[in-house]
C-alpha cells in the first residue's frame, strides 16, 4: 500500500524530531533550551497566492528557524506528492 499524505509529512517530521499536533500546526523542539518547544503555525496564503503565512512562539517570530525547517518539510512533502 502506498505512504498517504499524511504520513509522509508525519514520518519527515519525526525525522526532524517535530511533532504534528494538528493541521496546521506543529510543535518543534528549541535547540537552545533543552526541553522547551515552540508552535509553529500555518495560517494559509496571503494576498499573494505564493506568500505563505507562516508563525512562530519563539523571540524570533515570523522570521525564525522554526517555521524554515516545517515550512521546508512541508513543501518537501508536496513537491514529493506534486501538490503546489
Same mark, same amino acid.
Given at each position: 500500500?502506498?505512504?498517504?499524505?499524511?504520513?509522509?509529512?508525519?514520518?519527515?517530521? =519525526?525525522?526532524?524530531?517535530?511533532?504534528?499536533?494538528? %493541521?496546521?500546526?506543529?510543535?518543534?523542539? /528549541?535547540? /537552545?533550551?533543552?526541553?522547551?518547544?515552540?508552535?509553529?503555525?500555518?495560517?494559509?496564503?496571503?494576498? +499573494? %497566492? +505564493?506568500?505563505? $503565512?507562516?508563525? !512562530?512562539? !519563539?523571540? =524570533?517570530?515570523?522570521? !525564525?528557524?522554526?517555521?524554515? $525547517?516545517?515550512?521546508?518539510?512541508?513543501?518537501?512533502?508536496?513537491?514529493?506528492?506534486?501538490?503546489?
Amino acid at each position: 500500500m502506498a505512504e498517504t499524505y499524511e504520513q509522509a509529512l508525519q514520518r519527515e517530521m =519525526a525525522q526532524a524530531n517535530v511533532t504534528v499536533l494538528r %493541521a496546521g500546526e506543529y510543535r518543534v523542539p /528549541s535547540s /537552545s533550551r533543552p526541553g522547551e518547544y515552540y508552535i509553529v503555525t500555518y495560517a494559509g496564503r496571503g494576498d +499573494e %497566492a +505564493e506568500v505563505a $503565512l507562516w508563525d !512562530c512562539t !519563539c523571540p =524570533a517570530r515570523n522570521t !525564525c528557524k522554526h517555521i524554515n $525547517l516545517v515550512s521546508g518539510i512541508v513543501n518537501n512533502v508536496n513537491d514529493e506528492f506534486g501538490y503546489e
